[in-house]
């Protein structure tokens, strides 16, 4: 019987609840709260568990799905749907999410129904499009938009957010924040809105809150990557104190021969439909891993040893071993970036060992 899988990702809970406590004292010192952003872990519980002991109370994730794993795992923290919602889901954001970002009237208006329905009032937070042109009211629409939102009974608006760097790769600049933040006086003092949560963004964030001498009313910061893998995200630069090795993939040498460097023939379309070209280093010790494409994002990572991945397939990655004289059995080791990460988290071909 097979109990484990060859390929796996090493979660180290030690590292991971310092990088919390971290980013809580930095952040904290302006008074900007911390929502913590699972998808990248695809809301696993006993990941979640440590944001949430180390003093989280906001978990916000993309995936319906990965709240309701966190909400049956009776994890201790408030859930918010960090995407808006399709219309054809709004029953189940009230069931899971206690709160949902929102830019759409009558995804609204159907959650309104959906929450009347289970005599609830659910909370959500509008976005604003500060011009990283992915989700978000445009300013100019905002009043009329919130005036029709106070109409509907079972909803109740407690936040507005921006997110940036995320499609277009715009810059959460002091500009951009003071904007936010009057877009915020405005809706609080003319419809009398106590907003609990003036969200001013995401990992990206974090070069706007060092040389800023004043975050204004921002009191809240949406953060994944940073807790995860310890780096702001505009330059990828890890942040002072923080670990950037929570996650290791690991993974098993099945094949290793000295071979050329180079295909031998005429040469087509490879297995995804690219034509990939090959350094000719003559003959070298090519080592193959059990895994590819169909487990993690072979792009997002980077080995630990000086080796280097030649390519891959949905099943196969290739090494050239260099000087590590890679053998069969042998394990390598490797940092995972953002995409990596979500994607062995997502894959279940991929066992999950916690460190702690
Ligand atoms: C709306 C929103 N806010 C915050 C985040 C978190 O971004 P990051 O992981 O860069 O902190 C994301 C992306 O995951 C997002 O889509």
Same mark, same amino acid.
């Given at each position: 019987?097979?109990?484990?899988?060859?390929?796996?990702?090493?979660?180290?809970?030690?590292?991971?609840?310092?990088?919390?406590?971290?980013?809580?004292?930095?952040?904290?010192?302006?008074?900007?709260?911390?929502?913590?952003?699972?998808?990248?872990?695809?809301?696993?519980?006993?990941i979640a568990q440590v944001l949430v002991s180390k003093g989280i109370q906001?978990?916000?994730?993309?995936?319906?799905?990965?709240?309701?794993?966190?909400?049956?795992?009776?994890?201790?923290?408030?859930?918010?749907?960090?995407?808006?919602?399709?219309?054809?889901?709004?029953?189940?954001?009230?069931?899971?999410?206690?709160?949902?970002?929102?830019?759409?009237?009558?995804?609204?208006?159907?959650?309104?129904?959906?929450?009347?329905?289970?005599?609830?009032?659910?909370?959500?937070?509008?976005?604003?499009?500060?011009?990283?042109?992915?989700?978000?009211?445009?300013?100019?629409?905002?009043?009329?938009?919130?005036?029709?939102?106070?109409?509907?009974?079972?909803?109740?608006?407690?936040?507005?957010?921006?997110?940036?760097?995320?499609?277009?790769?715009?810059?959460?600049?002091?500009e951009k924040m003071k904007s936010l933040c009057l877009l915020a006086a405005?809706?609080?003092?003319?419809?009398?809105?106590?907003?609990?949560?003036?969200?001013?963004?995401?990992?990206?964030?974090?070069?706007?809150?060092?040389?800023?001498?004043?975050?204004?009313?921002?009191?809240?910061?949406?953060?994944?990557?940073?807790?995860?893998?310890?780096?702001?995200?505009? $330059?990828? =630069?890890?942040?002072? +104190?923080?670990?950037?090795?929570?996650?290791?993939?690991?993974?098993? %040498? #099945?094949? /290793? !021969?000295?071979?050329?460097?180079?295909?031998?023939?005429?040469?087509?379309?490879?297995?995804?439909?690219?034509?990939?070209?090959?350094?000719?280093?003559?003959?070298?010790?090519?080592?193959?891993?059990?895994?590819?494409?169909?487990?993690?994002?072979?792009? $997002?990572? =980077?080995?630990?040893? +000086?080796?280097?991945?030649?390519?891959?397939?949905?099943?196969?990655? %290739? #090494?050239? /071993? !260099?000087?590590?004289?890679?053998?069969?059995?042998?394990?390598?080791?490797?940092?995972?970036?953002?995409?990596?990460?979500?994607?062995?988290?997502?894959?279940?071909?991929?066992?999950?060992?916690?460190?702690?």
């Amino acid at each position: 019987m097979i109990d484990f899988m060859s390929s796996r990702v090493e979660i180290d809970l030690v590292k991971l609840g310092s990088n919390v406590e971290v980013l809580l004292k930095l952040y904290g010192a302006k008074q900007i709260g911390i929502m913590g952003v699972t998808k990248g872990i695809c809301g696993t519980p006993k990941i979640a568990q440590v944001l949430v002991s180390k003093g989280i109370q906001l978990l916000a994730d993309s995936k319906i799905g990965n709240l309701k794993k966190m909400r049956e795992a009776d994890i201790k923290a408030e859930l918010v749907l960090l995407r808006t919602p399709s219309l054809s889901e709004t029953d189940l954001v009230i069931k899971y999410a206690d709160i949902s970002i929102n830019t759409e009237l009558a995804v609204i208006k159907s959650l309104s129904a959906a929450a009347l329905r289970r005599d609830v009032q659910h909370k959500i937070i509008l976005m604003i499009d500060m011009g990283d042109m992915r989700e978000g009211i445009l300013p100019v629409d905002l009043s009329p938009f919130i005036e029709e939102v106070l109409l509907l009974p079972a909803i109740k608006i407690v936040g507005i957010g921006a997110n940036f760097a995320c499609l277009g790769g715009v810059i959460p600049t002091d500009e951009k924040m003071k904007s936010l933040c009057l877009l915020a006086a405005h809706t609080q003092a003319v419809y009398q809105l106590p907003l609990a949560y003036i969200s001013g963004g995401n990992s990206a964030n974090y070069n706007w809150f060092l040389v800023s001498e004043n975050n204004g009313t921002i009191n809240n910061l949406r953060l994944g990557e940073s807790i995860f893998l310890g780096r702001e995200t505009l $330059g990828r =630069t890890k942040i002072p +104190d923080m670990f950037t090795d929570v996650f290791t993939f690991v993974a098993e %040498v #099945i094949e /290793s !021969k000295m071979k050329s460097s180079v295909p031998d023939g005429d040469t087509g379309q490879n297995a995804f439909g690219e034509s990939p070209q090959f350094q000719n280093r003559g003959l070298i010790r090519r080592a193959i891993l059990g895994v590819g494409c169909q487990d993690v994002l072979v792009t $997002g990572l =980077t080995p630990r040893l +000086d080796i280097e991945i030649l390519g891959s397939s949905s099943d196969h990655t %290739v #090494i050239d /071993s !260099k000087r590590a004289d890679l053998q069969v059995g042998d394990e390598v080791r490797f940092d995972l970036n953002y995409g990596a990460l979500l994607s062995v988290m997502t894959s279940s071909d991929v066992d999950k060992l916690y460190i702690s």
